[in-house]
Structure formats: C-alpha cells, structure tokens
C-alpha cells in the first residue's frame, strides 16, 4: 500500500445538465474510461493507490476497469442531487465530504484529488511532495479563482479541516444569505488556503503545471492545446520565480 492516494471525481450520467456542454452521456463516460485507464496504469507503477468516487448511480460502468487491481478502491457515492441548485462545485465537494471517511483519512499520509475526465500527461512532475507541507496547487492569476482545484492535494490533516467546513455553494447570478458561500471550488479553495497560510499552514505550489489530457465539461474542448503544453514546458524553469515574485509562495 501507498502511502499516498488519488481521488478521482466522477459523474457519468449528470442529472443536471445546466452547467456543462459537454453533455452526451455515451461521450462523457468514454471520457473517464479513456482517462481512468491511463491513471490506473500510472497507479500500478507503486507510488500511489486510486479511489475513484462516482455520484451519479453510474459506477457499474467502471467495474470492469478496476477488477482484481489490489491498489484500487471504486465507491459509489450517494445521487448528486446539488449541482441543480448549487452547480457542479457542490455536487464535487459533498462527494468528497460524504466518501472520504475516517478510515480512508488515517491510511494515507497525503491526498490528492483530480477531476476524473482528465489524465495528467506529467503526472510524475505534478504529484511530486518534497517536504513538510498542507497544500500543494497550482495558482493563477484570478481574483476568486487563484487556486486550481481540477488538481490538488493534502495533508490528511488539512483534509479533516477542509471537509469540516459547513457550507454551500452558489450558481452564477444565484446567491445564498451566508458567510460561507462559494462560487466554486477553486473560490473555497482559494479561500481555504489563505486562512490556512495565516494560521500558520503551510501551501506550496505543484512542482509541475499540470498538463490536462482530454476534454472540458464546462467548454466541450481540448483543456490543454499543442500551444499551450509547449508554453507550460517552456516556463518550467521559470517557476520558482514566477510563484516566489508575483504569486508569493514557493514551489
């Protein structure tokens, strides 16, 4: 067993269907197959274990994936009945709030989530840990969207604090009377992560930009173009700069 884990988020047959445009179920599910397959070949090179989460009665489709793979875990979470209301943020959070229980926290000594459509080409630059640290993520340049949360990972203590949180999220143009309401999950994690930093956590950024393989939900296209893959590999020695000046954390 590793001691580090990768949860991938899935919903295969969305129920609701609002805010995303990559809409065909058949399409979607050959998306997560395609990508899943790929993960669990990384998975089998020892470094990591896979949980893959699924929140739409659909996991059935995955089984024969994961048959027999000692070093893989596939849970079916209960119906997302959020994203209606809340958009796809919140049915992807209470997914990981609902599933990732005590047990699964105590085993692992970090965690990573990724969106589950998407294989990370650079996986083994991306998902490297050196040190002692909360939260590593990648970071932009957006107000309430500076943390990328289609890839990060925790501590399972940062984990216990971040599932704790009682909250809700918010459509575009919806609103909710609460102090903790979120656009998002790159909003809740940006938020997260700056009240870590001031209590005296720890964030750092990925040792690599993430190179995303396949399809947005939310666009229906190519999440990292040939141009754009080309232009993350030019910047790489580079980073450390870039977070340490403009962003102020280290890589």
């Given at each position: 067993m590793s001691n580090e884990l990768i949860v991938l988020t899935c919903t295969l047959r969305p129920k609701s269907l609002v805010d995303i445009r990559r809409k065909d179920h058949e399409v979607r599910i050959k998306d997560y197959e395609i990508a899943i397959k790929k993960w669990i070949k990384f998975?089998?090179?020892?470094?990591?274990?896979?949980?893959?989460?699924?929140?739409?009665?659909?996991?059935?489709?995955?089984?024969?994936?994961?048959?027999?793979?000692?070093n893989i875990t596939l849970i079916q979470s209960e119906d997302d009945l959020r994203s209606s209301n809340e958009g796809i943020s919140g049915g992807e959070f209470y997914?990981?709030?609902s599933c990732?229980?005590?047990?699964?926290?105590?085993?692992?000594?970090?965690?990573?989530?990724?969106?589950?459509?998407?294989?990370?080409?650079?996986?083994?630059?991306?998902l490297k840990r050196t040190g002692c640290v909360d939260v590593l993520c990648d970071r932009t340049f957006l107000v309430r969207h500076a943390c990328d949360s289609r890839m990060f990972g925790m501590s399972s203590t940062a984990w216990i604090e971040f599932l704790s949180l009682d909250l809700r999220f918010k459509k575009k143009n919806g609103g909710f009377a609460s102090s903790l309401t979120f656009d998002s999950m790159e909003h809740l994690l940006t938020f997260f992560?700056?009240?870590?930093?001031?209590?005296?956590?720890?964030?750092?950024?990925?040792?690599?930009?993430?190179?995303?393989?396949?399809?947005?939900?939310?666009?229906?296209?190519?999440?990292?173009?040939?141009?754009?893959?080309?232009?993350?590999?030019?910047?790489?020695?580079?980073?450390?700069?870039?977070?340490?000046?403009?962003?102020?954390?280290?890589?």
């Open positions: 998975s089998e090179m020892g470094d990591f274990d896979l949980l893959i989460l699924e929140n739409s009665g659909s996991a059935y489709v995955l089984e024969d994936l994961v048959l027999s793979k000692t997914m990981l709030k990732l229980n005590q047990e699964i926290l105590d085993k692992y000594a970090f965690i990573w989530k990724v969106s589950g459509r998407n294989f990370v080409r650079n996986a083994h630059d991306a992560v700056a009240n870590l930093e001031f209590s005296g956590g720890v964030q750092r950024a990925l040792a690599a930009s993430p190179i995303f393989e396949g399809f947005s939900g939310s666009t229906n296209k190519l999440i990292v173009t040939r141009r754009r893959r080309i232009l993350l590999r030019l910047q790489k020695p580079f980073r450390p700069l870039i977070h340490k000046l403009l962003l102020g954390v280290s890589p």
